[in-house]
């Protein structure tokens, strides 16, 4: 109704920021709970548990808008390291540029999320580290390393690809936000827009796209379930 263009038109224009902070929002996540997780599970009920249970948690309860004006303030206003707003194509600028403008807002919608992949990954090693094979590999004199990683970490990979698939989920659907702080013109923002303006065909179009990704990657987690864990059949 806006423009007088597709809606799918509109939404193919919008999708590479999108896609470029989902996908580095994601990484960022998990490159930091992961490792926040297994260091808590490793050293449970200690100091540095506490700590840094602690420090996840806090960024859990920043809001996603507010970190991001805070990011803007300090790091590109005061100190100029990133630009305060907008997005260079790859295909104009090049993918590092394209980087270096998602880089604050995949920064900011990632750090929010670190809690609860920390906080999956400390129970999931928890658990296997309870388990016989795991007594039975330190019974046999290998190291404690070996043990965490080769054997604890290599049975908690499913729910690490949960949570993958539940990150990308939730970085969609927090994209609105941070492309609305930084000015960014993706799909999120198209979302906002259309809906402030009851462009009630583009809205609705933007849903049922979302809902057909979250719908893929599903499909695409349980398949490399299989790949990850050979126990399991899908014939039964």
């Avoid at 224009?13 to 997780?37: A, D, H, K, N, Q």
């Avoid at 260091?39 to 507010?66: E, Q």
């Amino acid at each position: 109704y806006f423009n007088g263009k597709s809606v799918l038109a509109n939404i193919a224009s919008r999708m590479e920021p999108t896609i470029m902070i989902t996908i580095c929002s994601t990484i960022i996540t998990l490159l930091v709970g992961v490792p926040i997780g297994i260091v808590s599970a490793t050293h449970r009920n200690s100091l540095l548990d506490y700590s840094l249970s602690t420090v996840s948690m806090v960024f859990l309860t920043i809001p996603t808008f507010w970190l991001g004006i805070m990011m803007v303030y300090l790091l590109a206003f005061k100190l100029n390291i990133f630009p305060t707003q907008g997005y260079h194509s790859i295909a104009q600028y090049g993918l590092l540029d394209a980087l270096y403008h998602v880089a604050m807002p995949s920064i900011a919608l990632g750090l929010t999320h670190v809690a609860s992949t920390a906080r999956h990954t400390r129970s999931a090693m928890l658990g296997v580290l309870n388990e016989d094979y795991i007594r039975t590999a330190r019974a046999k004199g290998l190291s404690e390393r070996k043990v965490q990683f080769k054997h604890a970490l290599k049975n908690t990979l499913s729910l690490i690809m949960t949570l993958v698939t539940g990150s990308v989920a939730n970085m969609l659907g927090g994209s609105t936000v941070a492309e609305k702080v930084f000015n960014i013109d993706g799909v999120g923002k198209l979302a906002y827009d259309s809906l402030m303006r009851r462009d009630y065909a583009q809205e609705q179009a933007i849903v049922v796209f979302m809902a057909l990704i979250f719908i893929v990657m599903n499909i695409i987690t349980d398949i490399l379930y299989k790949a990850i864990d050979p126990r399991i059949d899908f014939g039964g």
